[in-house]
């Protein structure tokens, strides 16, 4: 006993970091998560199966299968429209109208141009080299993606030309015909015009307006014997390009035929024949958002169609969300006549609303087709993802609208939009543990496909970071902090909706996770909290709910406690199935601090002071009383630290190790609070079973009104951790005894105690506000450094227990304040920090350096898949006197005479010179080995000139014949070599996994 006080008394003489230089702390920069800033447009190529997004900050992210991510750096300027061209071509547009053209197989920059004007819409066609931008002049220029290079051929104002007197209006929108390239959609303010490339004229003036009496799409009575023209606000094709759907800023959706103009059907979202004069309209229309999107869908049969809108809701209670008009099969157009084409859409098989969560509204939505990109790029889809107002993305299904709750369809990084991240925390787990875990998790599979994952074994395998994110729906999805270096990107998924019974209202606000135990502890803003156990599912049993109603609470008896393990969703099978529900009363307010031990114990904070300790073995609530009262009372009446105020626990932990003077070894609960203190509580068996919560000694003041950060126990014999584990537990009954002190850390200081109350070490921080601290280990039990967050982005390396600084290092990240408290330092050295709301990162402070843009990238393109011929137009529409006009006869129309070559034609025509070079290079050096007196030469002479082609074929075939052989032996070492990396990969896995 002597011995162990010894070492606690003195424990500054031993430095735990001894060991430690500043040059072992570099910095690597390893995985990111979500997105920096706001989402400010979506595109997806169903060929390649690739989802690319751009942000406000001019990043866009490209994302396929798994882990699959490759983010482009461009001009710093928000990116306002992305398209895929070609399969091969990614085309960005931001808001200064630069251009920028991006190979998705280099994933280098090809292009780059700056649009004389405003861009305000932008076209392409997945198999055309033509990007169409529609200007703030009215005008259509033509950017040649292949070429980098601006077109020729270009567009007047077209609407200038029809209505010579009318106001400027900016190009709205621009739609090829889905069947001939030539005609080309023109979406002004005051009309649609139809314009064919290959005649160079207008085909058609649509105009839509409503005689005095018409509804319109608003039925404002104020303007109801008014003759007026609304305004567009977009223009869509029939996916078969029959008619033209325009859109107005009254709400009506006219439809019209593409062949002669002639208007088909004029309707809003809830009602038909609009634009036709009524004699009884109501005192006052209703008050609708303005519609946003509209795309028109079709099934596997192009004729079988569709509308989806984002917008155009009534503001008096109606449910937000997407509208589905579906109107099936299309009838011929043949034999059918325009006004019963009119029913037809005035009439759809089915009117239903997608809705969407409470308090938001879709900005746009993206359908995700199967695998044909044409047709206006909604043919077929699975699915729909939808960019919310909140910045949420929501993925829902086709065609029923429901939301998709799978995480899996989405790639990881979106898990921090899908809805937004609200908190997180993170546990380290065995791999065998965690490949078990992911064993459980059953979807239909991701919406993206494409790319493939780059090797990156930049860390041990040995444990898994295993991250908790908590969403704003009251989901919580526990994933591979590791992201890029594991095979396996499968998201475990905890549904507080189901547990609570509640579908709004919900946000999680804090998570503990015990993961070597596979206990998850999960509260929401309203208080709640629930206690989840993993596992497989069974029949829930009538124990333990009769000794739930039969429970005695201490304290004031307020914390009621309820069996909940038939909540659980009732597709799960096995996972994380809840447990156990605490509600305690509203005027306690939210919890500050959740803390579920590894030993069975959960310790949970709230707002009014009060702390809740949790016996899951009974379950049982051993502990409720607010920590004010207990300091102002009992063993801590001499305390000289009596707050005044409203005292809130802002941190806990729980520990094995001897406190004061005891020659015994403890379950410490320490509990520190927002006014700065430190409380001590020892956990002990009842004589009649079970276990009771007693607070020990006076708190201890480390910063006044300061709260505290984190309170992290030390065994001060060896350095390592003396949090509660299992195994320690076991050992108490044999009189284990670890020396402990504790490190607190505030925002303003740091110090190291012997609980409850002698002082070891004390740090003050000068210029530094600590956010968040923890400490890190160089190898499992090795030497120890205490790591300290900065609100402005720093690193402090700290000695423990000394406190004297290592080193200090800039984070490679700019984290805004609000955020840095979130992040988390992990025993390994790893990092997990929050920039942004939507934005998440991994750093490791025993690295080498890596920059982020060092680690191998992701491929993405893949040459295998090709892309499908462009739909052509129908013989019905052939007959009826529609021009086809080939890609051919397109590229000579746009690009004119004097188009350059593209770089795969310069260099087939570079290589062709070459071997033409080498050809007759060879044919060179024969005839003159050959000598010219050789009778053998002069008698094969004319034949040599008469044949002198076939020897060249012939040549050519021996060198492709030699090329193709080195080839094959190239090829085949390669897979001889990589069968041996396998082998090797998967030895390895096997012994040393």
């Not at 982005?793 to 290592?806: A, D, H, K, N, Q």
Request: charged share 20%.
């Amino acid at each position: 006993m002597t011995s162990v006080l010894s070492r606690i008394k003195n424990v500054r003489e031993h430095d735990f970091s001894e060991a430690l230089t500043q040059s072992m702390f570099q910095i690597d920069d390893l995985a990111r998560y979500g997105l920096k800033g706001s989402i400010t447009t979506l595109a997806y190529d169903p060929v390649q199966s690739l989802l690319a997004i751009g942000n406000t900050y001019g990043e866009v992210h490209v994302l396929g299968q798994q882990n699959v991510e490759v983010v482009f750096n461009t001009t710093g300027v928000p990116v306002s429209h992305i398209h895929f061209v070609k399969g091969i071509y990614l085309v960005l547009v931001d808001e200064k109208s630069h251009v920028t053209v991006i190979s998705l197989d280099t994933k280098e920059i090809l292009y780059e141009q700056n649009i004389l004007g405003r861009v305000t819409a932008v076209e392409s066609d997945p198999s055309l080299d033509w990007l169409f931008l529609g200007l703030e002049n009215g005008q259509v220029v033509i950017f040649d993606v292949d070429r980098g290079v601006m077109a020729p051929y270009r567009i007047d104002n077209l609407q200038k030309s029809v209505f010579t007197k009318f106001r400027m209006s900016p190009v709205l929108e621009l739609h090829l015909h889905p069947r001939d390239a030539s005609s080309l959609l023109v979406c002004y303010r005051d009309c649609a015009i139809l314009f064919s490339i290959s005649k160079s004229e207008i085909l058609l003036t649509l105009r839509y307006e409503l005689p005095a009496g018409a509804p319109g799409g608003s039925a404002d009575p104020a303007r109801m014997n008014e003759f007026r023209y609304p305004q567009l606000i977009s223009a869509v094709w029939h996916p078969n390009g029959h008619h033209i759907l325009t859109v107005h800023d009254d709400g009506s959706l006219v439809f019209w035929d593409a062949m002669e103009g002639n208007l088909l059907q004029a309707r809003s979202l809830i009602d038909t024949d609009v634009n036709v004069p009524r004699r009884n309209v109501g005192d006052k229309g209703a008050d609708f958002s303005h519609i946003r999107k509209v795309a028109w869908l079709s099934t596997s049969n192009a004729e079988d169609t569709s509308i989806i809108v984002s917008g155009g809701d009534s503001f008096e209670g109606s449910i937000k969300g997407l509208t589905l008009l579906d109107f099936g099969p299309t009838p011929t157009i043949a034999i059918t006549s325009y006004q019963a084409m009119g029913q037809h859409y005035a009439n759809p098989r089915r009117h239903k609303i997608f809705p969407l969560p409470e308090n938001v509204e879709a900005i746009s939505f993206l359908t995700i087709p199967k695998s044909n990109p044409f047709f206006g790029g909604n043919h077929d889809p699975r699915g729909i993802l939808a960019h919310l107002s909140s910045g949420d993305l929501l993925t829902m299904s086709l065609p029923d609208g429901n939301i998709i709750t799978d995480p899996g369809v989405l790639p990881t990084t979106l898990g921090w939009l899908n809805p937004q991240v609200t908190c997180y925390a993170a546990s380290l787990i065995q791999r065998n543990q965690w490949v078990g875990m992911m064993a459980s998790v059953h979807g239909q599979g991701p919406f993206f496909t494409g790319g493939a994952p780059a090797r990156r074994h930049l860390r041990s395998f040995q444990d898994r970071t295993a991250l908790c994110t908590g969403h704003s729906d009251g989901t919580v999805k526990i994933w591979d902090a590791s992201h890029g270096e594991i095979e396996d990107a499968r998201v475990l998924q905890v549904s507080m909706a189901y547990t609570l019974r509640k579908n709004s209202g919900i946000p999680v606000d804090n998570i503990s996770f015990a993961g070597p135990i596979g206990e998850l502890s999960v509260s929401v803003a309203s208080g709640e909290v629930v206690l989840f156990r993993f596992g497989a599912r069974k029949r829930a049993g009538a124990n333990l709910a009769a000794d739930l109603a039969g429970m005695n609470l201490s304290g004031d008896n307020a914390v009621s406690m309820v069996d909940v393990s038939d909540r659980a969703p009732p597709t799960l099978k096995e996972g994380f199935l809840p447990q156990v529900l605490l509600t305690a009363p509203p005027e306690w307010g939210r919890v500050t601090a959740l803390k579920n031990s590894h030993i069975g114990f959960v310790a949970i904070a709230y707002q009014s002071g009060h702390l809740v300790v949790v016996d899951k073995r009974g379950p049982a609530v051993i502990f409720a009383s607010p920590v004010r009262n207990e300091a102002a009372g009992g063993s801590w009446r001499k305390s000289r630290v009596i707050p005044t105020g409203n005292e809130a626990v802002t941190c806990l932990e729980f520990g094995i190790y001897a406190l004061e003077d005891d020659d015994y070894s403890s379950i410490v609960l320490t509990a520190g609070t927002s006014v700065g203190n430190i409380y001590t509580f020892k956990i002990l068996p009842r004589p009649q079973g079970g276990y009771e919560v007693q607070p020990f000694g006076a708190p201890f003041l480390v910063a006044p009104d300061t709260p505290l950060l984190a309170v992290i126990p030390i065994n001060a014999g060896n350095g390592t951790l003396a949090v509660a584990q299992p195994e320690v537990l076991g050992k108490l009954a044999q009189g284990i005894l670890v020396p402990g002190i504790l490190i607190a850390v505030s925002r303003t200081d740091i110090r190291v105690i012997r609980q409850p109350d002698h002082k070891v070490a004390h740090r003050r921080l000068q210029n530094f506000a600590c956010a968040t601290a923890g400490v890190a280990y160089l190898r499992e039990e090795d030497s120890m450094a205490l790591v300290c967050v900065s609100e402005n982005s720093e690193l402090s390396i700290l000695t423990v227990p000394g406190l004297r600084e290592i080193t200090k290092k800039p984070l490679p990240y700019s984290i805004q304040p609000q955020f840095a408290k979130d992040s988390l330092v992990l025993r390994t050295g790893d990092i997990i920090l929050r920039p942004e709301t939507t934005f998440g990162a991994l750093v490791r402070i025993w690295g080498k350096g890596v920059k982020f843009e060092d680690i191998p990238q992701d491929a993405l393109y893949d040459v295998m898949k090709e892309m499908p011929p462009r739909p052509t137009i129908s013989t019905l529409q052939w007959v009826k006197g529609r021009q086809y006009t080939t890609v051919e006869d397109l590229d000579e129309l746009i690009g004119g005479p004097r188009r350059p070559k593209s770089k795969a034609q310069v260099e087939q025509d570079n290589a062709r010179k070459e071997q033409e070079r080498l050809l007759r290079s060879k044919r060179t050096n024969t005839s003159s080995s050959q000598g010219s007196s050789s009778s053998y030469y002069n008698t094969r002479e004319g034949g040599e000139q008469q044949g002198g082609r076939f020897g060249g074929i012939q040549n050519a075939f021996d060198n492709l014949e030699k090329s193709s052989a080195e080839y094959m032996n190239g090829l085949n070492e390669m897979i001889d070599s990589a069968k041996t990396s396998a082998f090797k990969a998967s030895f390895k896995a096997k012994f040393f996994g």
